[in-house]
């Protein structure tokens, strides 16, 4: 799979978007980018992925550019409850397909 | 969030003791894993299972067996737990193993071998 780099922590403040960084260089044309969050404590939550389209959901928006090589994952009006660790993964088209998370990136929202 | 509900969610154990946790989804879902994650290791799979009876080796497996008699259940088991194996384990489910199928997790089992 292809090996992702973000930025090790972020701040935001309350109420304003926060856009969180994910370079993955080396993606080929069948992996997604996945992206989940992780409170402290608590089980990895699924936010959004895509293959080569933006993607939008209730909880944020996922910009990707078009040589796919970046990517943005956008919540457009941060809480204290966004706070987490945020990982940004890139998923091959296999079977038994496993999840490898790296270090993320920490986003702090500050009131 | 997906229906994954994993039991115990905290447990202590001595050395030597057999452990089981186990995963149990609403989903209906084929596929079932287990992850630990350690601080500095991320996030790591132990086994997962492809259907009832079939599982297969994640990248961390040694001192871990798993069992999956019903579509609904996923055991982990610590045949003789060692204090390398106290962790956060992580029981996730997935329709499929194509990469446009979401992976959702559980809340966790905290389990320290003492």
């Known amino acids: 799979d292809a090996k992702t780099t973000q930025p090790p922590s972020m701040d935001c403040a309350e109420g304003r978007a926060a856009n969180l960084p994910c370079n993955h260089s080396?993606?080929?044309?069948?992996?997604?980018v996945y992206w989940y969050r992780q409170i402290h404590s608590q089980g990895p939550q699924y936010i959004i992925h895509?293959?080569?389209n933006n993607e939008t959901n209730e909880m944020a928006s996922l910009i990707i550019t078009e040589d796919r090589k970046s990517s943005t994952l956008i919540l457009p009006h941060a809480t204290l409850r966004d706070t987490a660790v945020y990982y940004c993964?890139?998923?091959?088209?296999?079977?038994?397909?496993?999840?490898?998370f790296g270090g993320g990136t920490r986003l702090m929202v500050k009131p | 969030d997906a229906g994954i509900t994993q039991s115990p969610r905290h447990k202590v154990t001595e050395t030597g003791t057999p452990v089981t946790l186990r995963c149990h989804q609403t989903?209906?879902?084929?596929?079932m894993y287990w992850y630990r994650q350690d601080p500095g290791h991320g996030l790591r799979l132990i086994h997962y299972?492809?259907?009832?009876?079939?599982?297969d080796k994640g990248e961390v497996s040694d001192g871990y067996s798993v069992s999956r008699s019903k579509t609904e259940d996923f055991l982990l088991t610590l045949e003789s737990a060692t204090s390398s194996q106290t962790s956060v384990y992580f029981c996730?489910?997935?329709?499929?193993?194509?990469?446009?199928?979401?992976?959702?997790f559980g809340e966790g089992s905290w389990l320290t071998v003492v």
């Open positions: 996730a489910i997935s329709e499929s193993p194509t990469a446009g199928n979401t992976i959702y």
């Open positions: 080396t993606i080929s044309g069948n992996e997604y």
């Open positions: 895509g293959l080569k």
């Open positions: 993964i890139v998923r091959v088209d296999n079977a038994g397909n496993m999840l490898t």
């Open positions: 989903e209906n879902h084929r596929y």
């Open positions: 299972s492809y259907g009832v009876k079939d599982t």
